[in-house]
């Protein structure tokens, strides 16, 4: 008996490291295709418009042109469009998180007759296609004096991301306990330190996978910066790209360069907090 026992554990114990072998198999081939086209991306980055046409896509450059990413950098105003990439980028996520916890926190945390209602029209939000506002805002900023400004691209970007971003905080201010700010109302706390002392330095791990997300979005948008802001002083790096292609001849070396340098800002943001957003993704399934 002892020994039918011991062959059938060694058969389970063999079935087990066969299934880790074929997972770890196809997490690799996943993790191949993954990654394959940021490396393609980068020896693309490196090659002559003769070497894109003249030669294998999948070829190694011959003669590395390194040179790609120093002309993109100071001809082409990619610095200027890297920069503005970043502070508007920066700005719009801190607006929106701001504004999306505010709203998040007066509707789980405060009792008044229309928050259900205010949280409906926010959700509403989500539904409303970007292209079908264009004319609208074009419109309402054109009002303002804010076509060709950096403020209607901050706006859009924050109107257009808050439903998603309340989504998601939604969930997690459900699981965080009341007792702790109770009893900050018994000490004598106000509800403004509540918020910023108490509730918001609690959310930090959902705030991290909104800013990933809010991030993404806002680093590789298009639509609303070729269609609000003209001058290039404050055109982006999405809508800088488009200085490289030309009516008789594109330099794809180095739009290979500029898309490589838009990337990067983006993986290392990931990778610093990648644990963060899996933790935050975690705690917000769960409600209750």
């Known amino acids: 008996m002892a020994q039918t026992q011991n062959t059938a554990d060694k058969d389970n114990s063999i079935l087990t490291k066969v299934g880790m072998g074929v997972l770890y198999i196809c997490l690799i081939i996943v993790a191949v295709f993954q990654i394959y086209p940021l490396i393609w ?8 418009n003769a070497e894109v046409f003249g030669m294998s896509p999948f070829a ?10 120093v002309r993109v ?15 508007i980028t920066v700005a719009s996520v801190l607006l929106t998180i701001l504004l999306a916890s505010f709203v998040t926190f007066a509707i789980t945390r405060m009792n008044w007759k229309l928050n259900k209602l205010v949280l409906g029209l926010f959700m509403v939000g989500l539904m409303v296609p970007i292209h079908s506002a264009i004319i609208p805002l074009f419109a309402f900023f054109l009002d303002l004096n804010l076509i060709d400004h950096p403020l209607s691209i901050i706006l859009s970007y924050t109107a257009f991301n808050l ?12 699981t965080l306990p009341r007792e ?13 330190r509540i918020f910023f002392q108490i509730t918001l330095p ?3 791990p959902v705030l991290a996978t909104t800013a990933i997300i809010n991030m993404i979005y806002n680093w590789n948008e298009f639509i609303f910066v070729n269609t ?14 488009q200085n490289f292609i030309g009516q008789y001849l594109t330099d794809w070396g180095a739009i290979g360069a500029t898309l490589m340098i838009s990337i990067i800002p983006i993986l290392i943001a990931f990778l610093i907090l990648s644990n963060r957003i899996v933790e ?9």
């Open 60 to 69: 190694l450059p011959q003669e590395p042109k390194w040179e790609n990413y």
């Open 41 to 48: 991306l980068f020896q693309f980055s490196l090659k002559s």
């Open 73 to 87: 950098w100071t001809d082409g105003n990619i610095n200027l469009y890297f920069f503005n990439s970043v502070w």
């Open 228 to 241: 609000f802001i003209s001058s290039d002083k404050f055109k982006t790096l999405t809508v800088g790209i």
């Open 280 to 288: 935050g993704i975690a705690a917000g399934s769960v409600k209750g």
């Open 163 to 174: 439903p998603l971003t309340i989504m998601i905080l939604l969930g997690f201010y459900y």
């Open 180 to 192: 702790i700010e109770e009893a900050a109302v018994v000490d004598g706390c106000s509800i403004h």
């Open 202 to 204: 609690m959310t930090t």
